[in-house]
């Protein structure tokens, strides 16, 4: 059995989709890992890294996917970057579908079966094949540091001879895991920490890491919440209360950490302009859903935008700009959804298609979209 790791084809992509530690145990199940010269050198991994443990070193990616029955990516791969593997080879990614449905249909044609890793169910058995949870978790962390580096005044509060400093405030827009991995980092830092998000259960969570919960409680709120644990889309009613709140309470922030975000809907607007404007020169918004379209309305993806002196930082693949960190922990996500793809008896690629995990994650296979949120319409 082949595993193939690639390098990312994506330039402004530094993780990489396997580790040494994960090659060595790929190699424990039976398995040839060749990895693409160079796919790991932005983590940190060397070539030589990867040969210790046990793989070995294509010079092409063409050389590496040849013949492989499991393709290791971060991001979607095109139809032509996984030509030459096996039919029916699994390629395991995080594939973006949405919005993407012609480049899932071309990979359909090329005869692979491809899995989301980012559709991966919320239940106890696929904890520890989250990618969301493991990479938003570093994105979450990055932007407090992107945001103290930004922004031109300390943050914790400084007692001096010279005087006091005030600590810096901070806002967390939204919180999931990102969310909550800011929140704690800002008070580590010394920040005075507030938050918000639509679903009831996480005031407590907020709560819980010494941060102040700013949210219009209504009954519409204590039902805001899908089974699958995401927000959903509130009433333009609920959305117009909130932004009161929410505007007066921006008005007096430092920094605003916004990561809200819907799956498959374009990220929703949570900062107007005005609302921006309104911060006193100096202050910085970090956007982390500018990929999706931005929560804020002066969010450019990418850029760090400079309007009435308070900066919008349009952060794309923030869990990028920790490559070591964010690597380790998402081939180690893919290690655990392989695992449940190989047989132990016979070493070998053996889908189970009746497994709830690849019920879940599976888009394409044998030459057809069969996930029907992407499926061609009829």
């Not at 993780?15 to 424990?28: I, L, Q």
């Not at 005005?274 to 804020?296: F, K, Q, T």
Request: aromatic share 4%; proline share 4%.
């Amino acid at each position: 059995m082949r595993i193939a790791v690639p390098a990312e084809s994506d330039k402004n992509e530094t993780r990489v989709a396997a580790t040494p530690e994960t090659v060595k145990k790929f190699k424990a199940l039976g398995a040839e890992v060749i990895v693409q010269s160079g796919a790991g050198t932005a983590s940190g991994f060397a070539d030589a890294d990867y040969v210790a443990a046990g793989a070995s070193i294509a010079e092409s990616a063409a050389g590496a996917v040849d013949n492989a029955e499991i393709v290791l990516r971060v991001r979607r791969p095109s139809a032509a970057e996984v030509a030459g593997a096996a039919r029916g080879a699994a390629v395991v990614a995080i594939v973006d579908p949405f919005g993407h449905e012609k480049e899932l249909q071309q990979l359909a044609a090329s005869g692979v079966a491809a899995f989301a890793m980012e559709l991966m169910p919320r239940i106890t058995r696929a904890q520890a094949m989250d990618v969301l949870s493991s990479q938003a978790n570093i994105a979450g962390y990055r932007a407090v540091i992107d945001a103290a580096a930004e922004y031109g005044r300390a943050i914790p509060m400084m007692m001096t001879a010279a005087g006091t400093v005030p600590a810096a405030k901070f806002f967390v827009m939204g919180v999931g895991v990102a969310g909550l991995q800011a929140i704690a980092t800002a008070r580590r830092l010394g920040a005075i920490v507030s938050a918000t998000d639509v679903r009831p259960a996480t005031k407590e969570q907020v709560e819980s890491l010494g941060a102040k919960f700013i949210a219009v409680e209504n009954d519409e709120f204590r039902q805001a919440e899908t089974g699958g644990g995401y927000a959903k889309e509130m009433s333009p009613e609920y959305q117009a209360a909130q932004a009161e709140l929410v505007s007066a309470h921006i008005a007096k922030q430092d920094i605003v950490v916004t990561t809200a975000l819907i799956p498959g809907r374009p990220a929703p607007k949570l900062i107007s302009a005005a609302m921006a404007r309104s911060m006193r020169a100096g202050s910085v918004i970090v956007d982390l859903a500018a990929e999706r379209g931005g929560n804020c309305e002066l969010t450019k993806p990418g850029e760090i935008v400079i309007d009435s002196g308070v900066k919008i930082v349009g952060a794309v693949n923030l869990a990028g700009r920790l490559p070591a960190t964010a690597s380790s922990l998402y081939a180690k996500n893919l290690l655990a959804f392989v695992e449940t793809l190989i047989s132990k008896e016979t070493k070998t690629l053996a889908i189970d298609w009746q497994d709830e995990l690849v019920k879940a994650t599976a888009l394409t296979r044998d030459g057809a979209v069969i996930d029907p949120r992407f499926a061609p319409k009829a």
